[in-house]
C-alpha cells in the first residue's frame, strides 16, 4: 500500500497538487470525495449499467413528493429509442445535432441545449436531453472509432430502481471532534430510510423488519433482509412499484474506523442502507498511486486530466462524475475492465453481514431485468 492512511494520502495531495489553494488541506479533501464518487461510477459502469443511469437527480420521498434529495446516482428503468452515429469531425456534438439525426418527437422541439461531448472532448456522463414529470430521455456516448462515435438516446423511467450515494465520514487527522460527519451521516441516513416503499422498523429486542403497504391497503411486515430478498426476485407489481434499492458507499477521514470497527458514523449508515460498501483506505490509496500519482505511460492521461482540474482557476474542471475528459473516461473504462476482480477487493461490505460485491451486482441485474412497463403502468 502506497500509503498507510487516507491522512498520508492527503498531505501527499496537499503536497504535490494542491500547494496552490488558500486551504490546501481542504482542497485535497474535496478532491478525495470527488474520487469516491468517481470510482463509485466506474464501477457501476464496468458492471454494464450506463444505460440505466442518472446523475445528481432530485429523489422525491416515498408518497412524500413534496420533499426530495438530491442523490449522486440512480439506476433506473431503461427503454432503448435510437443509436446513432455521428463522425469523430463533428464536434461539439450538441443536443441539436443530435435531435436532428432522428425522427421528430414530441420531446425532440423541447430538448435541454447541452453538449455530450465537447470541442476540447469533454464529456458529459448520463447528458439529460428532456425531461418532465413522466419522461427522462438521456445520451450517452456508447463506443469511440477512428472514424465515428456511436450514442445511445434511452428513455429512462423516472423512478429508480437503486440509488447509489457517497459518504466520507469520520475525523480528519489533527481534529478531536467532527460534528460535521455525524450530522452528514444522519443525512445520508434519512435519505435512504425514505426513498422506498420498504420501510424499516425496530422491534423490542432490536432486530430489524421490513413494512410494505399493498394496494389494498394491509401492512406486510416480515424480517427485513428476508423481505428485501423476496422483492428483489419477486414479479408482483404490487410489491415492487414504489420500491427502491439503497446503497451506500463511505470512505472515511483519517484512520480512525475499519469495516470490522464502526465508529457512531458507520452505525447510523449501516442500519439505514440495504448495502452499505465501505471503500478502504488501500482501495482509495492504490487508485491514486496507479492513476494519478505514478501511471504507467498508458493511463498517463488520467493523471494530466486530474492535474488540468486543479490549477486554482474556476471552470477547467475535467474529472468529476458529471463531466470528463474523453481519454481518461476511456481509460478508466479500461483499467476498471481489467482490474476488475482487484477493483471489487477495494471494497468491504458492510451490510448485509455476510454478503459480497458480487450478489449486490447480481441483485442489480435481478431488478434491471424486470418488465418495468408492466409494473408502473
Known amino acids: 500500500m502506497p500509503y498507510d492512511s487516507v491522512d498520508a494520502l492527503q498531505r501527499a495531495l496537499t503536497r504535490d497538487v494542491f500547494h496552490y ?13 470527488t474520487l469516491v464518487e468517481i470510482i463509485t461510477f466506474y464501477l457501476i459502469k464496468t458492471w454494464h449499467f450506463e444505460k440505466h443511469i442518472a446523475i445528481e437527480r432530485r429523489l422525491p420521498e416515498y408518497a412524500n413528493p413534496d420533499i426530495t434529495h438530491n442523490v449522486e446516482f440512480t439506476l433506473h428503468p431503461s427503454m432503448p429509442l435510437h443509436t446513432i452515429r455521428l463522425p469523430n469531425t463533428s464536434l ?28 476540447d472532448r469533454l464529456l458529459r456522463n448520463a447528458c439529460t436531453l428532456f425531461e418532465d414529470e413522466s419522461q427522462l430521455i438521456v445520451v450517452y456516448l456508447r463506443t469511440v472509432a477512428p472514424k465515428y462515435f456511436t450514442i445511445s438516446i434511452r428513455e429512462l423511467n423516472p423512478h429508480p430502481f437503486a440509488v447509489f450515494e457517497c459518504k466520507r465520514v469520520g475525523v480528519e487527522e489533527g481534529v478531536k471532534k467532527g460534528p460535521q460527519t455525524i450530522e452528514k451521516a444522519k443525512q445520508g441516513a434519512y435519505v435512504a430510510r425514505t426513498v422506498s416503499s420498504l420501510q424499516k422498523i425496530r422491534m423490542a429486542d ?6 410494505l403497504e399493498l394496494k389494498s391497503g394491509k401492512l406486510r411486515c416480515e424480517p427485513y433482509n428476508k423481505f428485501l430478498q423476496l422483492l ?22 483519517g484512520n480512525w474506523f475499519t469495516s470490522n470497527d464502526h465508529n457512531k458514523e458507520l452505525k447510523v449508515l449501516a442500519q439505514s442502507y440495504d448495502w452499505l ?54 481509460l478508466l473504462q479500461d483499467y476498471f475492465t481489467k482490474n476488475l476482480s482487484a477493483v471489487k477487493q477495494w471494497f468491504n461490505v458492510i451490510s448485509p453481514a455476510g454478503r ?19 409494473i408502473l403502468k
Do not use: C
Open 21 to 33: 489553494a488558500k486551504d490546501a488541506k481542504k482542497a485535497a479533501g474535496r478532491s478525495l470525495g
Open 92 to 119: 461539439p456534438i450538441t443536443s441539436r445535432k443530435i435531435t436532428n439525426e432522428i425522427d421528430e418527437q414530441e420531446w425532440t422541439s423541447h430538448v435541454k441545449s447541452v453538449q455530450l461531448l465537447s470541442s
Open 206 to 211: 432490536g432486530t430489524i423488519n421490513g413494512i
Open 232 to 253: 428483489i426476485q419477486s414479479n408482483d407489481a404490487d410489491m415492487l412499484r414504489h420500491f427502491t434499492l439503497t446503497v451506500g458507499v463511505v470512505s472515511n477521514h
Open 277 to 330: 460498501l465501505f471503500l478502504s483506505d488501500q482501495g482509495l490509496s492504490e487508485f491514486v498511486q496507479s492513476l494519478l500519482v505514478s501511471p504507467s505511460k498508458k493511463y498517463k492521461p488520467i493523471k494530466t486530466a486530474f492535474k488540468k482540474s486543479y490549477t486554482g482557476q474556476r471552470g477547467i474542471n475535467r474529472f468529476t462524475k458529471v463531466q470528463i475528459d474523453l481519454a481518461a473516461d476511456l
Open 356 to 374: 459480497s460485491i458480487p450478489e449486490l451486482k447480481q441483485e442489480l441485474s435481478n431488478l434491471a431485468s424486470k418488465k418495468w412497463n408492466e
